[in-house]
């Protein structure tokens, strides 16, 4: 089945885990993939590995935090590819686990947050407009059950994923 054939998708965390997985399941289906991570070594290893199965990808090393970064990345798919008919935004961090509220550093419930909803909402915010532009588009973000029932330990995780949540439903 060729689901996704001639359309566009971004994946954030395209180099490993479920955005990886998520990816060869797009390409699998016809997508023309854009894969997003930080990690270069990781990002040229799955997007070799796609080739082929999915066609060409394009990997783009970009923090989802470094919102400028991540617009340059968003607007070279759209220059490549004339346009982004998907995005999955996969790329999150757990942080800290096994810790009480207290014993929380700011930086490191910060961190979480910055990766997990602020990345996304600057994916979100990048993409929108090309979409919007189309009259077509589609964004899958990625949350947890953590997010809704909560995590014992993973106050940062939790607290990011039930924004996630909330997010989701207004966009």
């Given at each position: 089945?060729?689901?996704?054939?001639?359309?566009?998708?971004?994946?954030t965390g395209g180099a490993q885990g479920i955005g990886l997985a998520?990816?060869?399941?797009?390409?699998?289906?016809?997508?023309?993939?854009?894969?997003?991570?930080?990690?270069?070594?990781?990002?040229?290893?799955?997007a070799a590995s796609l080739t082929g199965a999915a066609g060409e990808?394009?990997?783009?090393?970009?923090?989802?935090?470094?919102?400028?970064?991540?617009?340059?990345?968003?607007?070279?798919?759209?220059?490549?590819?004339?346009?982004?008919?998907?995005?999955?935004?996969?790329?999150?961090?757990?942080?800290?686990?096994?810790?009480?509220?207290?014993?929380?550093?700011?930086?490191?419930?910060?961190?979480?947050?910055?990766?997990?909803?602020?990345?996304?909402?600057?994916?979100?915010?990048?993409?929108?407009?090309?979409?919007?532009?189309?009259?077509?588009?589609?964004?899958?973000?990625?949350?947890?059950?953590?997010?809704?029932?909560?995590?014992?330990g993973m106050l940062p995780y939790t607290a990011s994923k039930a924004?996630?949540?909330?997010?989701?439903?207004?966009?």
């Open positions: 089945m060729q689901r996704f054939e001639h359309q566009v998708a971004v994946v998520i990816a060869r399941r797009l390409g699998a289906e016809g997508a023309t993939l854009a894969l997003l991570d930080r990690d270069a070594t990781r990002l040229q290893e799955a990808s394009l990997p783009l090393v970009v923090d989802v935090t470094d919102e400028e970064a991540l617009d340059g990345a968003i607007t070279r798919v759209v220059e490549r590819c004339g346009r982004i008919d998907v995005l999955v935004t996969a790329a999150g961090i757990v942080g800290v686990t096994d810790a009480k509220a207290h014993q929380i550093r700011t930086a490191d419930f910060d961190r979480v947050l910055d990766v997990n909803l602020r990345g996304m909402f600057f994916c979100i915010r990048a993409v929108l407009p090309p979409m919007l532009k189309a009259n077509y588009g589609r964004i899958v973000n990625i949350a947890s059950i953590s997010g809704k029932d909560g995590n014992e924004a996630v949540i909330g997010m989701t439903m207004v966009i």
